[in-house]
């Protein structure tokens, strides 16, 4: 890519006004060209990565790119959190834009919708104004399919490409590299990321831009009557009298086994509720899918109710516990409380 960019700016000096007759052909030409230099095999030694995002999800995925060879630059708001990827040998840069000057595929995992926005298309500091033609912007963070359509038309309008790639696994799919990706965009692209998208787990792809983040949202909204479900069989199997930790064991290997019960169950009875995915963050998600529904002309009355339940634990001070943290919502419902 750096032999492109110089090679780019050599014929511009060729063609210096921009109402030239030649400007057209050069323009096609030189987009011709970083297309087909982008169209080669993603590795460690023809790849620059950059990271924008390094939180609990963040910090996983990317010592896994670290470990497999890729020179990483990372930036994160809470420089702090990054120091341990910059430990393993990552560089840090200072702003969005200056880390997509130095990559030339670009991955964004953080909070809200609004820091997506921020962070990729903010014109003077985010990572499209950044970035080369040719480069691809990879968003990870669960976030509104119309957003994921609007940075693919903004990428494209630069000669770049996107593609929205929101995961599920929680912390230890992250750390053990077994995340669910769903992708949205350009089949080929998302093709020619596969390389790096198995260091984090297996990428499945759902269609056009927005259709990863549409297939995000579904498996949240499982996700959130799943968790219903499993707090609710906790809380009766307590009541009832039952050795909660023994119910679990017996469900897990029938038809009441899920993975929520595996990532959660064991954490819930030991009142383990570090986030492996923040309420706050579940409460954003759900609320996302709730807007979708309205606009298809949904009634999702499962998750609706799931939604005012984490409601309940962001209002009572606890949306930066964990999504297994759920089992403290029906606690005071019931009066009762695990252990007890």
Known sequence: MRSLSYLLGS???YFPHSQSSSTPHLTFLLRSMATSAAAGPINPSNTRLGWIGTGVMGRSMCAHLINAGYSLTVFNRTLSKAQPL??????????PHDLAAQSDVVFSIVGYPSDVLQVLLDPVNGALSGLRPGGILVDMTTSEPSLAVEISTAASSKNCSSIDAPVSG??????????AIFAGGDEAIVNR???VFTLMGKVNYMGPSGKGQFAKLANQIT??????????GIIYAHKAGLNVASFLDAISTGAAGSKSLDLYGSRILKRDFDPGFFVNHFVKDL???LKEC???GLALPGLALAQQLYLSLKAHGEGNLGTQALILALERLNNATLGS
């Open 86 to 95: 910059v430990d393993m040998g990552a560089r840090l840069a200072q702003t």
């Open 170 to 179: 929680g912390d230890r799919g992250a750390k053990n590299g077994t995340l």
């Open 193 to 195: 990321l596969n390389p």
């Open 223 to 232: 996700i959130a009557s799943t968790m219903v479900g499993l707090v609710e």
């Open 11 to 13: 014929l511009s000096r």
């Open 287 to 289: 609320g996302i899918c």
């Open 294 to 296: 309205q606009n298809m």
